[in-house]
């Protein structure tokens, strides 16, 4: 496995309140998610990375979720087309960062959409969701992307989760997370699966960052497990971004 150099992150705005969320678990406090913003790029600070730290920008409510407008491989960048029409025009903020690593970028078009939420690294293959962000147009336009850069992706096709990784976290060494519709999933068969408990879904979405896991606190029989794999975890409170649905993975790219 290749350890991460960089992260790019984008502070939240105000309007993070607004974001798109499918629980109900009140309100984002600015306040409060800018301080666990901070820390979290603390924690991609003490796991080695140079973080870029993008500004916030008030027309993205859900902009803070940085990770589902390009794919970073080791090969190129692929700025993808998010489904959700208030987060599609997020793909136009993030090139010129891009520009500033990669050679080689990428883009996914219309009738293709796909968020990059929706596909997990491990090692040379990528699996990618289908979902009602990325459709199959967009996975195959992603398919043939990957390929082209001799990587090697399949589809998986997902009925209830907003993104892939929602319920699936790779923590390299064959070590995988994995809840909900996904725990008896074939593709993810053949790895070292700790099954999320119901109560702890939120911690299926953590994020491996070169040798150690960052997940979000609360979930102690899934940082019990992590632990057990041989990890150091890093504890991060993620309160408000859980209640616009988003996770450890999301406000990152890593590479
Ligand atoms: N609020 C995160 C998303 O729905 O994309």
């Known amino acids: 496995m290749s350890l991460f150099q960089h992260a790019i992150v984008r502070r939240p705005c105000p309007q993070l309140a607004e974001g798109l969320t499918s629980v109900d678990l009140g309100k984002p406090d600015i306040q409060i998610a800018l301080q666990q913003h901070r820390l979290y790029i603390a924690a991609l600070q003490i796991c080695g990375l140079e973080v870029d730290i993008l500004p916030e920008d008030f027309r993205f409510p859900d902009s803070v979720f940085v990770e589902d407008v390009a794919l970073c491989t080791s090969r190129c960048a692929i700025i993808t087309n998010p489904g959700a029409p208030s987060r599609n025009g997020e793909r136009n903020l993030i090139s010129s960062t891009l520009e500033k690593y990669f050679n080689d970028i990428e883009m996914i078009d219309f009738p293709g959409t796909l968020e990059a939420g929706d596909v997990m690294m491990a090692g040379e293959h990528f699996y990618i ?27 998986v096709p997902l009925t209830s989760f907003l993104h892939l990784k929602t319920g699936v976290s790779y923590l390299e060494n064959n070590n995988l997370l994995v809840y909900g519709e996904l725990e008896d999933h074939p593709a993810f068969q053949k790895y070292n699966r700790f099954v999320v408990p119901k109560e702890e879904a939120y911690a299926a979405n953590s994020v491996w960052v ?4 960052l997940m979000p606190h609360g979930f102690p029989k899934t940082i019990q497990a992590v632990k057990e794999m041989g990890y150091p975890v890093i504890e991060l409170e993620l309160s408000e971004f859980q209640k616009v649905d988003g996770g450890a993975s999301c406000l990152s790219l890593r590479f």
């Open 210 to 213: 070169n040798g150690k896991v």
């Open 129 to 155: 969701g289908v979902t009602g962000r990325t459709n199959e147009a967009g996975a195959k336009e992603l398919v043939k992307l990957l390929y082209k850069y001799d990587f090697s992706a399949s589809l």
